[in-house]
């Protein structure tokens, strides 16, 4: 049976778990929440790829993606930083809601799944 991994544990979550050739990633938000939309999303696909590569995987291998938007009216701004990072004949599974997050300043949160290969 193969065991859990668990990446950047903290007292309340990790940044990612590893089960069975996937990996789960929490919700990933920006490191500066004064940037604009774009730049948000830019700095939450950034911090994506680098777990990936830890897990041993990529953004080609992403199973789903779960984005949460604070404002449906920057919803442009999330996909031009979208469609610039994801790779052409890869675009995973993708769901986008507006939410309201657990910091007022984020713009954008970002979860995925991705298979390990």
Partial sequence: ???????????????????????????????DASLDMTAQTEQVLATIDRLLAEAGTDKTKILMAQIYVANMKEFDGMNKAWDAWVPA???PPRATVEARLANPDYKVEIVVTAAIA
């Fill in 1 to 31: 049976m193969s065991s859990i991994k668990r990446f950047n544990v903290a007292k309340r979550l990790s940044d990612m778990a590893v089960y069975n050739g996937v990996a789960y990633l929490a919700g990933q938000v920006p490191d």
């Fill in 89 to 91: 004949g890869n675009a």
